[in-house]
Each structure stands twice: as C-alpha cells, then as structure tokens.
C-alpha cells in the first residue's frame, strides 16, 4: 500500500469532521446556545447561527472529500479528491482556528493546531 499514511491521515480527518458535524447537527440548539456565549462581545456575537452552518457545511465537505480521496486512492490510485480532502480540511481548520482567536479562547486555538499539522502534512504527500 503505497499511500498508507495519506490514508491513515484522511481518516483521522474524515471521522473528526464528520464526528464534528454530526454533533453539530444532532444538537443544534446546544451548540447555538453554548457559541452565541463563547462569542458574545466579538464580531460574531450576532451570526453564530449562520456562522455554525458555514462551518457544518465545510466539516461535512471536507469529511465527505476525504473518505472519498480514501476511496479514490485504494481503487485508482488516483490522489485528486484526497488532495482536496485534505486542502479543504486545512481551510476548514483556519476558519475554526479563526473563530478561537477572536473569542480569545487559546487553549482551543491551540488544540485546532493539532489537527492542523496532519492536514498540512496530508496536503503535502497528495501534492
């Protein structure tokens, strides 16, 4: 298996992603409830609703992409949906790292980092 650790990465990306917006989804009024708290004072403060769809949609893209980059690179050898598997979990990534930063809530920005660092190295193995 030549792309064992591309794929061992996209999963890690796939099941936090799809974990993430599964969650998202099964309680949504909790976690509007919870963010419209972690944001209040910032610039989000009155669009968590509309912001936690954004992100939903970007963690399920990116969850989809990367099991079918998986998919992809087992029956075709083929690294083009896993590379955008992977660049669109990055960018996922620095949207949620982004919201940290402005709730001023490091100790989470820095946890997002940790997910960032295999995303980058998943980008650069498909490049």
Request: aromatic share 12%; charged share 10%; proline share 2%.
């Amino acid at each position: 298996m030549t792309h064992a650790a591309s794929i061992l990465i996209l999963l890690l990306l796939a099941v936090t992603f799809l974990q993430s917006g599964y969650d998202k989804i099964k309680d949504w009024k909790g976690n509007v409830s919870w963010l419209k708290e972690h944001f209040a004072g910032t610039i989000f403060a009155n669009q968590v609703p509309m912001s936690l769809f954004i992100i939903l949609v970007l963690e399920i893209l990116s969850g989809v992409l990367c099991i079918s980059g998986i998919i992809n690179l087992v029956t075709k050898d083929s690294t083009v949906m896993a590379l955008y598997g992977a660049n669109l979990s990055c960018l996922t990534l620095i949207f949620l790292l982004f919201g940290q930063r402005i709730a001023k809530d490091y100790d989470g920005a820095r946890t997002i980092v940790i997910y960032f660092v295999p995303a980058v190295l998943a980008v650069y193995m498909l490049s």
